[in-house]
Every structure is written in C-alpha cells, then in structure tokens.
C-alpha cells in the first residue's frame, strides 16, 4: 500500500507561481510514474502532467510552457512547478503514482488563482 501527501497548494494571484509536492510513503518496490490531476468546481477531474519512468513527459495543451513536473524517485517524491498562473488554474490538485501493484491518489490540495 502506497500513501500520497500532497501540500503547497494555497491562494495567490494571477500570474504568481506555486510548487505543489507530493510525498509518498509505504510499501513501495519502483515508481513507474507520477502524475497530477486537478479538478474544478462543476468539472471532470483531468490529468494536467505526467512523468513515467524512462523520461516520458506529458503535459496538458493548457498548462505547456507554464507547469514543470519533476520527480525525486530517491527520495520518494513528486512535484509541480506551476508559474504565471491563471484564474482558470484554480482547482483541488491531486497526485497520482503508478507503483506495483495498482495506483494510488493523495487527498488533493486546493489552488485558488485571484484575477
């Protein structure tokens, strides 16, 4: 069993900049992948950006140029880089890990994006 902890979402204004982590811990053998998700109000959840192991790296066409995934398998750790943010960034952030035997999601942290 793998449990997620998202943090550092919060409130800031258009165009500032937030770095979400996610820290992972339990029974861990390899991470295969992390991912983050957000959902807005009234809104399907989405992925947002994806790093799998082999360097594979995606992004949603609304976040490229302005999100960096990164990830610190050493350490058991995944975060989101997010700059110039925008009002429609706001949401619940979730991250996401692939990790023998299924997958597993944090709790979310909310970002709220003032205009």
């Known amino acids: 069993q793998v449990q997620l902890v998202e943090s550092g979402g919060g409130l800031v204004q258009a165009g500032g900049s937030l770095r979400l982590s996610c820290a992972a811990s339990?029974?861990?053998?390899?991470?295969?992948?992390w991912a983050w998700y957000r959902q807005a109000p009234g809104k399907q959840r989405e992925l947002v950006a994806l790093?799998?192991?082999?360097?594979?790296?995606k992004y949603v066409d609304a976040v490229k140029g302005r999100f960096t995934i990164s990830r610190d398998d050493a350490k058991n750790m995944g975060y989101l880089q997010m700059n110039s943010l925008k009002s429609e960034d706001t949401a619940v952030y979730y991250c996401?890990?692939?990790?023998?035997?299924?997958?597993?999601w944090g709790r979310g942290t909310q970002v709220t994006v003032s205009s």
């Open positions: 790093s799998a192991s082999g360097g594979y790296v």
């Open positions: 339990g029974r861990i053998l390899s991470i295969n992948s």
């Open positions: 996401n890990v692939v990790s023998w035997p299924g997958d597993y």
